[in-house]
């Protein structure tokens, strides 16, 4: 599954994962490029039960450089519960970097 398929990235042309990880409002503990896609963010979050949303794609999405997810509607899902980063077994937070995607969406409009 992928967060999207528009293919104008012309906005959002640097590597996502370093834009993210060098965001002043990411955690300097936050390190994406650990996970191990195990899906245990997936399997305990509310919204991922309720919506389309999906933490360990949108990780996926980021390690892959798919910066169509900035543009993603499914970004306003999560609930910002930190389940993610409270069951994920390298203490990463698909919450945090949703919310930086956030940002990057808002800057860029």
């Not at 991922?48 to 999405?61: E, G, V, W």
Request: hydrophobic share 35%; charged share 20%; aromatic share 6%.
């Amino acid at each position: 599954m992928s967060y999207g398929n528009d293919k104008d990235n012309d906005k959002y042309s640097i590597n996502l994962s370093k834009k993210i990880l060098n965001s002043i409002e990411a955690p300097k503990d936050l390190d994406l490029l650990k996970c191990i896609q195990c899906g245990m963010c997936t399997s305990l979050c509310p919204a991922a039960a309720h919506t389309d949303y999906n933490p360990r794609d949108l990780i996926a999405d980021i390690l892959n450089n798919n910066e169509i997810i900035i543009k993603d509607e499914k970004i306003w899902n999560c609930f910002y519960c930190y389940t993610c980063q409270s069951v994920c077994p390298v203490k990463n937070s698909a919450c945090l970097a949703n919310q930086v995607i956030r940002q990057l969406l808002l800057i860029n409009k």
